[in-house]
């Protein structure tokens, strides 16, 4: 990391830079031009380029031409739009794309990815597109959000304790998981707001840096291509994003994230910076006492304020201005909001693959208990199916390498791998006692259904698990429809337990199946009115009796169905609460590089949505007709760690008849067919 030699990288972008943008913040000292280059004793930058400074060198015509040149035509250079690799799977003649009202193609995904991605131009039949924004409805007089009860001192104490408790063994992904459930609660609680940011640069901060694909990127990266990074993430914050960005206070944020990073051991160690603790303190001292009375106005003085820091680094401790740079970029997106993130490369491929549906791996779900990975659920058919994974059981290494101490992220990453390559796990069974054995499994492509499980739970009463809303969830749920129909279904059961969502569109989609007019739902973002509602189609509309289940992880595109089908006094709501999730976000490609690859993303929330009457999902979600309580919804099955302890799993959805939710289902169809 410290092995190149970025000193004429800095000093050629300080042209660029003080040619294109007047300086406001931070103030810069030195010579008469107004500030001092990092590794050079003149006082004037342009003394290897005179054409770029009038108070000290007279311009030539020459010197005019280029510095036109420079201005004009270098930051055009090479910048075609990022081409975005279409998944297998996804076409133009895939009959479930639809285009939104702006013609953007409207890709699904898991792992609430909720919004269309802005693609080159691509041919696609007007056969193939299915309009979805009709003639508005009246709005509403406003949109509604619901308010929570507010925090009293002696809880805010107790909270603080017990994610105190979790912060001093470097727990942190169990103090975000923490701090996330009391915002559930509380969402305006601006303590609890600050101490779920700070738990989560920690867990973000780590699993960068055990991310090979960004180690790779920050190591292939030039401070250029770095700072032409920041310059497009913060033009599509300025431009998409939800809420007009708040500059100083994302500035803030985002130093804030590399003072974390720096003071992280493991940090340093991966970035190769070789310094004590007290140097590290000083260091961040003065930074923080430079900082403190900059005047932070617009995303020019964020890049202002980041350059120098960056120069200053590299003069003081060492540090590659690329890492700083990036971490600096990171923390200012990560702290938006909790749903929008910078995407690795990995990640942004596995949100593309999650997208089709198309996986390469295991074919595992997993939990993290700090001690082991846990199996939470196995794909049917999958590597992991035939290799005799069970759900419950434990992953305790990973070729070799233990998983105890990882989060379920860190942990999950080292069973990524290339297709056809082998992984070895040491597994332990679910029930205690039995001895840990080695299994060998070979990773391949899987396909993952968003429609899990299609049956007829008696002579009337049909059910769909749909476990997220992806590209081909609609022929999926087409299909298993008709099936049902066939075998007499009068009533159906949708589950939407642990649904964390997918696509908006798709959700829409999945919602107009049962809908016969009127809003799906509403949606609300910066440069748009209050109510901009997407309508019921009224096409091939399903007129069974619905019941539809739900928990507290049923987020997003699943609480559009959900909301919809409460608004629309289309069928009976049973279980949970719902996550509430409230927005929508958009994966957004970022060029990094000469090269223009996309190699990196943005998922950044552009839109509120809400319910066709006008109420918030956001902090709140949708509430069931019928309660399915704590104490029922919260069977589980049980693992156990290797002191003995047991280790409770989320009870997997199922439509088996010794399940609370399909027994109350059974019952809600029984009464309301009398």
């Not at 193609?105 to 609430?112: F, S, V």
């Not at 809003?519 to 609300?524: E, K, L, S």
């Amino acid at each position: 990391m410290q092995g190149r030699d970025v000193g004429l990288e800095i000093k050629f972008f300080h042209f660029l830079h003080e040619a294109r943008f007047r300086p406001v913040s931070p103030p810069r000292t030195g010579g008469p031009c107004g500030f001092s280059p990092p590794t050079m004793n003149t006082t004037c930058p342009q003394k290897w380029f005179p054409p770029l400074c009038n108070k000290h060198h007279s311009r030539s015509l020459l010197g005019r031409v280029i510095f036109c040149f420079l201005i004009v035509a270098v930051p055009v250079l090479g910048q075609e739009p990022p081409r975005l690799i279409i998944p297998q799977g996804i076409s133009a003649e895939n009959s479930t794309l639809q285009l939104t009202p702006s013609g953007q193609l409207a890709a699904p995904g898991r792992l609430q990815v909720d919004r269309p991605i802005s693609i080159s131009p691509l041919t696609i039949p007007v056969d193939a597109v299915t309009p979805v924004l009709t003639t508005p409805l009246k709005p509403l007089p406003k949109l509604v959000s619901t308010d929570l009860p507010a925090i009293g001192q002696e809880e805010l104490e107790q909270i603080r304790r017990e994610g105190q408790t979790l912060e001093s063994d470097a727990r942190w992904s169990e103090a975000l998981a923490y701090y996330e459930s009391v915002l559930r609660t509380h969402r305006n609680e601006a303590t609890v707001m600050e101490l779920y940011r700070v738990a989560r640069f920690h867990c973000d901060i780590g699993r960068r840096y055990q991310d090979t694909s960004y180690l790779g990127l920050i190591q292939s990266l030039t401070v250029i291509e770095t700072l032409n990074f920041f310059e497009d993430v913060m033009m599509r914050i300025q431009k998409n994003y939800a809420l007009t960005p708040q500059w100083e206070q994302l500035f803030r944020h985002g130093v804030q994230s590399y003072k974390i990073a720096l003071s992280d051991a493991n940090f340093r160690a991966k970035v190769g910076l070789n310094i004590s603790n007290d140097r590290v303190n000083a260091y961040l001292s003065g930074v923080q006492a430079t900082i403190n009375g900059w005047s932070i106005q617009s995303k020019d003085d964020v890049k202002n304020g980041l350059f120098h820091i960056a120069e200053g680094a590299q003069k003081q401790i060492g540090l590659n201005p690329v890492v700083v740079l990036m971490e600096i970029t990171c923390g200012i997106v990560n702290s938006l909001d909790p749903n929008t993130a910078y995407l690795t490369p990995n990640q942004l491929n596995d949100q593309y693959a999650a997208l089709s549906g198309n996986l390469v791996g295991l074919g595992v779900e997993l939990r993290s208990d700090r001690t082991a990975l846990q199996i939470v659920k196995v794909i049917r058919g999958s590597p992991a199916d035939e290799g005799g994974l069970k759900e419950g059981d434990r992953i305790l290494t990973v070729d070799g390498t233990t998983t105890r101490g990882r989060d379920t992220d860190s942990a999950a990453d080292l069973l990524q791998g290339k297709e056809g390559t082998t992984v070895k796990l040491e597994i332990q069974a679910e029930r205690l006692g039995q001895r840990s054995r080695e299994v060998s499994i070979t990773r391949r492509k899987i396909e993952v259904p968003s429609v899990e499980d299609v049956r007829m739970i008696n002579e009337t009463l049909g059910y769909i698990r749909l476990a997220s809303f992806q590209l081909k969830t609609g022929l999926e749920m087409s299909k298993a429809l008709h099936e049902l129909n066939r075998q007499g279904m009068q009533w159906l059961v949708l589950d939407l337990r642990r649904n964390p969502g997918g696509s908006f569109q798709v959700g829409i989609e999945v919602a107009d199946m049962f809908i016969k007019q009127g809003a799906i739902v509403r949606t609300q973002g910066r440069d748009r009115g209050p109510d901009s509602p997407y309508m019921a189609t009224g096409r091939d509309t399903w007129d069974v009796e619905l019941i539809v289940l739900i928990d507290e992880e049923s987020a997003s595109a699943a609480e559009i169905v959900a909301g919809a089908i409460r608004d629309h006094d289309r069928g009976t709501l049973i279980g949970r609460r719902s996550y509430g999730k409230g927005t929508v976000q958009q994966i957004l490609p970022v060029r990094t590089g000469t090269t223009g690859n996309v190699q990196s993303g943005v998922k950044l929330t552009v839109e509120k949505f809400y319910s066709p009457n006008g109420w918030s999902y956001s902090g709140v979600g949708v509430t069931p007709h019928v309660i399915i309580g704590e104490e029922e919804s919260q069977r589980h099955i049980v693992a156990r760690t290797f002191d003995g302890r047991s280790s409770p799993l989320p009870r997997p959805a199922t439509s088996n008849l010794d399940d609370p939710y399909i027994q109350e289902a059974v019952r809600v169809s029984q009464s309301l067919a009398k």
